[in-house]
């Protein structure tokens, strides 16, 4: 057994969940004065500032939401000493401005080799009912965040086999000794990497995005908040002409949803049509979707259906990141699926056996595309790409 399996092996059999979300290049990261005057106690309960019309997420029962707890999780999440050669840390590829995604049609682990997959956007991240874009078994942030971390193929974090020498960093900084004891107050020995994953979870739970202008105008009674395209354009897009509310619904637009008091799991994966490789239905080796984990033929190609919120700043998009644009993909969903003309992946995803029914095609005038467009940007919340309490707390510099 691995030293990540041992060290973790209550999760969701993590040695055979590797290879999916990834972290990218390094940036220059500097921890200067950041003093723990300011932290919070111990013993903080945790309230939820959760936006108009927002339910209450869930949370382990194992792992209770607190102030310290998530304040340690965000230096962890800024800090590039998680990754075991000091390239990356996890906001590398998650980055605020950007919706918590990276901008770049694939990831890259600290290393520099290439990740299967594009960087997913993290706003909303706690009300999703699955985790990454294929695997149905990651169900809490608690497992998922053990992949970037430990995961071997491909490397992202690369902690695995320099775990001691990880660690130790943090228990050789007083600060972050200070910090982990805050956080985990009950516990002798608390800077482990059990403890690092629920810190680190507490802090993306409260990536919470609820304050766009159709935030704003649905949910807040401010009936300026929207322009007049954009109301047709939402109108359209909750129309039976597009089909799209049907896997993009609800409070954050997407089918992979849950929250506090409801039981039922949405199954949250579909099939676009984007690839039809042997004219069959086939995807491209590698890029099975929900298929890879259950054998299943008609789960071929299928992925989860991703939350629009801030869609306007998570380009490129689709699994692979070969959509680079918004107009790119609203040509895909208005052709019923992508033609793929030539090369190895050649083939006709509109024909797809598998592919979902509701991407069947749509013909839109020029105003339009351009009241759906003006739709899908009324749900960027510029609040919440620059919240504070969601930015790095280092300084960042040029060097190391």
Avoid at 167 to 181: N, S
């Amino acid at each position: 057994m691995t030293a990540p399996a041992q060290l973790f092996a209550h999760l969701s059999q993590p040695a055979r969940l590797l290879g999916t979300a990834g972290l990218t290049l390094a940036i220059g990261i500097l921890w200067v004065g950041c003093g723990l005057q300011d932290q919070p106690g111990a013993d903080s309960k945790w309230e939820w500032a959760l936006p108009p019309g927002f339910p209450t997420p869930k949370v382990p029962e194992d792992n209770p939401m607190s102030a310290a707890k998530v304040e340690l999780g965000r230096f962890l999440f800024y800090d590039r000493k998680l990754s075991f050669n000091e390239g990356q840390s996890c906001a590398s590829c998650h980055r605020q401005e950007l919706g918590f995604s990276d901008g770049l049609p694939l990831s890259f682990g600290t290393t520099g080799v290439m990740l299967p997959r594009n960087s997913m956007g993290l706003a909303n991240v706690a009300y999703q009912s699955t985790l990454t874009w294929a695997n149905p078994n990651l169900k809490t942030l608690e497992d998922q965040i053990v992949i970037p971390m430990f995961g071997e193929e491909p490397v992202e974090m690369g902690i695995t086999g320099h775990e001691e020498e990880v660690l130790g960093r943090f228990q050789g900084d007083a600060e972050y000794v200070e910090r982990f004891a805050a956080a985990f107050p009950d516990e002798d020995d608390p800077i482990t990497f059990g403890n690092i994953i629920k810190a680190l979870a507490s802090f993306c739970r409260t990536m919470i995005s609820g304050n766009s202008p159709y935030d704003k105008w649905s949910y807040q009674g401010d009936e300026g908040a929207m322009s007049l395209s954009a109301k047709r354009g939402l109108n359209l897009f909750f129309s039976e002409q597009l089909e799209c509310f049907h896997c993009h619904g609800g409070f954050n637009f997407a089918l992979s949803t849950t929250y506090e008091g409801i039981n039922d799991e949405p199954f949250a994966f579909q099939n676009t049509g984007l690839y039809n490789v042997d004219g069959e239905g086939s995807y491209p080796v590698g890029a099975t979707g929900l298929y890879e984990f259950t054998g299943e033929p008609g789960d071929m190609g299928k992925f989860r259906t991703m939350s629009l919120r801030n869609v306007t700043v998570t380009a490129p998009y689709l699994h692979d990141g070969t959509a680079a644009t918004l107009d790119d993909m609203l040509d895909i969903y208005a052709a019923g699926g992508r033609i793929v003309e030539g090369g190895a992946n050649a083939g006709d995803g509109t024909a797809n056996p598998h592919k979902s029914g509701f991407v069947s095609g749509f013909v839109l005038t020029d105003q339009q595309r351009i009241d759906v467009m003006a739709f899908l940007e009324s749900l960027t919340d510029e609040t919440f790409l620059s919240d504070p309490s969601l930015s790095d707390p280092f300084v960042t510099s040029g060097s190391n």
